[in-house]
Structures are given as structure tokens and as C-alpha cells.
């Protein structure tokens, strides 16, 4: 009888050890990270978010001279004085914000100037260009230009806990984080190939990223996300169990090992 007994239980301890380390390597986020990065390593590029078209920008303006600023009020202009720091003194510093939406073609329409093209601009560019429109015409030589995206929005779905649409105010955000703020993948869901569809100058692109390796995640152009990107997150094709493939296995496994444990009582009881 333990001739019988004994071979049985050591090929089920061998299934239940495989799967599990199967499900483990399918399971894990950024495998190989520790190793990769135990010494700090300088991030290869920088990041800068592109206006594009639909965006809502956020433009202000400030000056110490508040009448200066009235000819740029296109009755969305909002002025207010402000106490602003400069070293040990204080200055009285008069801003105002407009609200513009970018159209189709990456235009906006701004008081005195008119049309100007910010498409594919980073925020930083167009309050250099801005500013610059205001010194060399003569309108304000002390502007402070500064603006910001408004509307900076991604699309969560596929088999994560919260799917659907967010906004997010910065303009900086990572995969990561997205996943992250849906609630995470759920245990029934592809880690492997993380779908990243994405709008940019009049083109539609697809990313695929493995989120299981660290140098395929942080290598990836979606690593970073954009404005209206949509992220999508394939379920198992297994409907029977909740997780990944590894998880099939696993639950096959159980059941060997159910199935061996039920017939090994039956031998005893037939024994007896």
C-alpha cells in the first residue's frame, strides 16, 4: 500500500510546486527591475506633453502694469491683483487667465493676434512664443506668460477593477499610474500585452507592453501616456477560472490532486 501511496504523493507535491512557480512568473510586474536598476540610472529622455487638437488650454498673463493687460480681455479674461515675492521686496503684480479650446486644425484665437498655431507645441512653447509676440510688438516687456492643459484625459478598459474614463490634472502620467488609479489588473487578466491606442498628428497608432518586463515598460513610447489615449487590458480566455492562464493550470492541478487524494481513500477504505 505505501508503494502505491508514496509515488502518488510526490507527483502531486511536484504539480502543485510547478504551477505555482508558473503562476508566479506570470503574475509579477517588472520582473528583473531589482537587478536592472540597483544602481540609479539617468531616465533617457525627457518628457514633454503636445498640445493637440480639442485640448482646453489654460493661458495667464501677469504684469506689474494691470491697464496693460486690458487690451488682451476677451470677456473670458479674469484679472486680479496678486502679492508676489521678488527677494525681500513686495510687488504688486496684476494676472489674468484666458480659456481657449484648441480646434481641428491646432489653432487657437487669442486677443490681438489672432489665430496662432500650437498644435504639437508643448506648454512651455507656446508661453515662450506668447511672450515673446508681446516684448518684440510692444504690448507688455515684463510678461509672465504661463500655461497649462485642462483637459488631459486617458480611457481605462479590458479586465481592470475600474474601468472607464479619467481626468487627470498635470501632465505628467505613466501607464503605471493609470492602471493604478483603474484599481490594478484583476487576477484574470493578460499582463503580457497591455494595448495602448493612441491619436497624434492625424495618425492612429497601437502599442503592445509587457508589463511582466521592466526594460519593454519603461523603454515603451507609451510609457508615458497622452491626451485621449486608450488603454486596454485583454481578459484570460479561460471564463471557468479567476486568473491567468497559469491559474488554468493551477486549477487543473487541484483537481489531480483531488482526484488522486479520492482514490487513494478508496484504496484504504477497500483495505480495510
Known amino acids: 500500500m505505501k508503494k502505491t501511496i508514496l509515488p502518488l504523493l510526490a507527483c502531486a507535491l511536484s504539480l502543485g510546486l510547478m504551477t505555482s512557480c508558473v503562476s508566479n512568473k506570470k503574475m509579477i510586474y517588472l520582473q528583473g527591475a531589482t537587478q536592472e536598476y540597483a544602481l540609479p540610472q539617468d531616465i533617457a529622455e525627457r518628457f514633454d506633453l503636445q498640445v493637440q487638437p480639442d485640448d482646453q488650454l489654460a493661458i495667464s498673463v501677469a504684469s506689474k502694469d494691470p491697464e496693460?493687460?486690458?487690451?488682451?480681455?476677451?470677456?473670458?479674461?479674469?484679472?486680479?491683483?496678486?502679492?508676489?515675492?521678488?527677494?525681500?521686496?513686495?510687488?504688486n503684480v496684476s494676472s489674468g487667465v484666458s480659456y481657449f479650446r484648441v480646434n481641428t486644425e491646432g489653432n487657437i484665437e487669442f486677443p490681438i493676434f489672432g489665430t496662432i498655431h500650437v498644435g504639437g507645441m508643448t506648454t512651455d512653447q507656446i508661453s515662450a512664443l506668447i511672450k515673446k509676440r508681446m516684448v518684440d510688438e510692444g504690448y507688455i516687456n515684463d510678461a509672465v506668460v504661463n500655461t497649462k492643459i485642462m483637459s488631459f484625459k486617458v480611457t481605462v478598459m479590458g479586465d481592470v477593477k475600474n474601468p472607464g474614463t479619467q481626468t487627470y490634472q498635470g501632465e505628467r502620467l505613466t501607464i503605471l499610474e493609470a492602471l493604478g488609479k483603474a484599481g490594478d489588473?484583476?487576477?484574470?487578466?493578460?499582463?503580457?500585452?497591455?494595448?495602448?491606442?493612441?491619436?497624434?498628428?492625424?495618425?492612429?497608432?497601437?502599442?503592445?507592453?509587457?508589463?511582466?518586463?521592466?526594460?519593454?515598460?519603461?523603454?515603451s513610447p507609451a510609457y508615458y501616456l497622452q491626451q485621449n489615449d486608450v488603454i486596454y487590458v485583454q481578459p484570460n480566455k479561460s471564463q471557468r477560472v479567476k486568473g491567468s492562464t497559469s491559474y488554468t493550470w493551477l486549477s487543473v492541478g487541484s483537481t489531480v490532486v483531488g482526484m488522486i487524494v479520492s482514490v487513494v481513500s478508496l484504496i484504504v477504505a477497500l483495505k480495510r
Open 68 to 91: 496693460l493687460l486690458m487690451r488682451f480681455n476677451n470677456n473670458t479674461l479674469i484679472g486680479g491683483g496678486n502679492n508676489s515675492q521678488m527677494g525681500s521686496n513686495t510687488v
Open 185 to 219: 489588473l484583476t487576477n484574470s487578466a493578460y499582463r503580457n500585452n497591455v494595448l495602448v491606442i493612441r491619436e497624434e498628428n492625424g495618425q492612429r497608432k497601437a502599442y503592445e507592453v509587457n508589463l511582466l518586463d521592466n526594460q519593454a515598460v519603461f523603454s
